[in-house]
T-cell receptor, first 116, second 115 residues
Framework: AQTVTQSQPEMSVQEAETVTLSCTYDTSESDYYLFWYKQPPSRQMILVIR??????QNATENRFSVNFQKAAKSFSLKISDSQLGDAAMYFC?????????????FGKGTKLTVNP | DARVTQTPRDKVTEMGQEVTMRCQPI?????VFWYRQTMMQGLELLAY????????DSGMPKDRFSAEMPDATLATLKIQPSEPRDSAVYFCASGFSTGWVDEQFFGPGTRLTVL
């Protein structure tokens, strides 16, 4: 079974600074997808960024980028120019590729605090 | 602005009572997922459906939980009888599949408290 580990229960960053959230995963599959979700206090799960395992290029979405290290099974999220609205729980998630289970397997989350 | 809706947003009930949570997937989506979020276990899949048929309900306690899709616009998750350990946030997510869901869109969740 696949597992996802987020080793940082909490992180903090100063507004306008950069922060990196860590995620590692364990799988024997070669085809899979990785995601970062944001959960603000409203509880809404919001997709931040996704990465296809077959793509070597790291995904980027505006101020959010990932460092995907397939061999190390590592998938970190970098938030640049942090804003107060980035404060939330962040979850790393794994999903099997075509033909596998469509369920998302989540890590336990990292609570990000942004200090003004 | 298409979105998944869930009702109720919050529910407080007493142990032994029946609880029904409802989800309206995004119109046109044919796959519905139910996840449960607790402090101890985090987010876990309970069950998911495609075209109203269950594909995987291995995460769902069968003795007290049941999930159905009476029609394409409504998914229900029922707990009978409820227990304090069922206290959690229950999320519904939907997606469109022609064989595989590309992206899951989450609802705002139902926070259940069982006293």
């Amino acid at each position: 079974a696949q597992t996802v580990t987020q080793s940082q229960p909490e992180m903090s960053v100063q507004e306008a600074e950069t922060v990196t959230l860590s995620c590692t995963y364990d799988t024997s599959e070669s085809d899979y997808y990785l995601f970062w979700y944001k959960q603000p206090p409203s509880r809404q799960m919001i997709l931040v960024i996704r990465q296809e395992a077959y793509k070597q290029q790291n995904a980027t979405e505006n101020r959010f980028s990932v460092n995907f290290q397939k061999a190390a099974k590592s998938f970190s999220l970098k938030i640049s120019d942090s804003q107060l609205g980035d404060a939330a729980m962040y979850f790393c998630a794994y999903r099997s590729g075509w033909g596998g289970s469509e369920k998302l397997v989540f890590g336990k989350g990292t609570k990000l605090t942004v200090n003004p | 602005d298409a979105r998944v809706t869930q009702t109720p947003r919050d529910k407080v009930t007493e142990m032994g009572q029946e609880v029904t949570m409802r989800c309206q997937p995004i119109l046109g989506h044919n796959t519905v997922f139910w996840y449960r979020q607790t402090m101890m276990q985090g987010l876990e899949l309970l069950a998911y459906f495609r075209n109203r048929a269950p594909l995987d309900d291995s995460g769902m306690p069968k003795d007290r939980f049941s999930a159905e899709m009476p029609d394409a616009t409504l998914a229900t998750l029922k707990i009978q009888p409820s227990e304090p350990r069922d206290s959690a946030v229950y999320f519904c997510a939907s997606g469109f599949s022609t064989g595989w869901v590309d992206e899951q869109f989450f609802g705002p969740g139902t926070r259940l408290t069982v006293l």
